[in-house]
């Protein structure tokens, strides 16, 4: 951590979102039609949020490949604290920490620790094995740099939405594979957890026809962009693999996984997907929760500061880290 450029943060500040930094690096001209439109469907993301964080401090971890958005509360206590790895979403090929950064800092003053925001390479400029391997760097910081962060390594969890609710379990299911046992828990945030079948827009028939569109519109991007994944992102793999589609999980493997608070939204065309999720899960689990937030559609964290249910995904998470004590 020493030989790391660290930046600090202006605080208490309203945030619009910006693409990913590491990304902006590469020099990549799209050649495929499945990559131009990953590149065109990028533009389009993006939404403002507000600081709601008191006492954190955010300083930039910059690794190269990886930035780390290292928020932390600053009046910690001597005793080690817990610690979130969070990845952002946005279909694997959009968003950056920005996005969620406002999200994290609330949730490190609540956990009274530390939330690392993981700025990772994006796809088409990347594929799965190497936007992973960014997203593992983050985990692999917090663990190896756990006593100089006050870390607590028995509470190092990693959580994210949409598809970063994907990567946070596809950590765990790494963590396994490799055999290193660093993941203690997860929060998948309405995940992308079966990505090799594409979700069905929703019965919206009893809604107004203006929140049809805005929910509609909202699904078209997840349904839209499982056309162009197979060519831009999961390659070599299918997208069946558990490495893309973690509800493809085979029993052996459902039954190491961390415990684990899924958090899901009403009107979200993948909810029924991460119901099964939470379901397989819990047939060897005591320890799998689900939280749905009813009139909430898939992106509402993203509104932090807006949407007061986004921040009360932060309390939750919060009482669930502290649930066993």
Request: charged share 25%; glycine share 6%; proline share 4%.
């Amino acid at each position: 951590m020493d030989d790391v450029v660290l930046r600090d943060h202006e605080e208490n500040s309203s945030l619009s979102s910006e693409s990913s930094t590491v990304t902006k690096r590469l020099k990549f001209t799209p050649k495929t039609d499945a990559e131009r439109q990953a590149i065109a469907f990028r533009k389009g993301m993006g939404t403002p949020n507000v600081d709601m964080a008191y006492n954190v401090t955010t300083k930039d971890v910059d690794l190269g490949n990886v930035i780390l958005q290292l928020s932390q509360f600053f009046k910690r206590p001597t005793v080690k604290k817990p610690c979130f790895i969070y990845y952002h979403g946005g279909d694997f090929v959009g968003n950056g920490p920005a996005v969620s950064r406002n999200f994290c800092r609330k949730l490190a003053e609540l956990i009274g620790g530390t939330v690392i925001n993981v700025d990772y390479r994006l796809a088409p400029e990347v594929n799965a094995d190497d936007l992973l391997a960014d997203c593992w760097q983050g985990l692999k910081f917090a663990h190896d740099n756990a006593k100089k962060l006050g870390i607590d390594l028995n509470h190092l969890y990693v959580a994210g939405d949409s598809a970063g609710g994907n990567i946070a379990i596809e950590m765990a299911y790494l963590d396994l594979q490799k055999d290193t046992h660093l993941v203690k828990g997860i929060v998948p945030i309405y995940p992308m957890v079966q990505n090799d079948l594409a979700p069905s827009y929703q019965n919206l028939s009893d809604l107004p026809k203006s929140q049809q569109k805005l929910i509609n519109d909202m699904d078209s991007g997840n349904i839209q962009a499982l056309g162009y994944l197979g060519g831009v992102y999961s390659e070599p793999h299918s997208m069946s693999e558990t490495l893309i589609s973690p509800i493809n999980m085979a029993t052996s493997e459902l039954k190491q996984m961390p415990r684990t608070l899924i958090v899901t939204a009403e009107y979200d065309c993948l909810k029924s997907q991460d119901d099964e999720f939470a379901n397989k899960l819990a047939v060897f689990h005591n320890d799998v929760q689900l939280i749905r937030y009813e009139g909430m559609m898939h992106g509402f964290l993203d509104k932090f500061g807006i949407v007061p249910q986004s921040e009360d995904v932060c309390r939750q998470m919060s009482a669930w880290t502290f649930e066993n004590e």
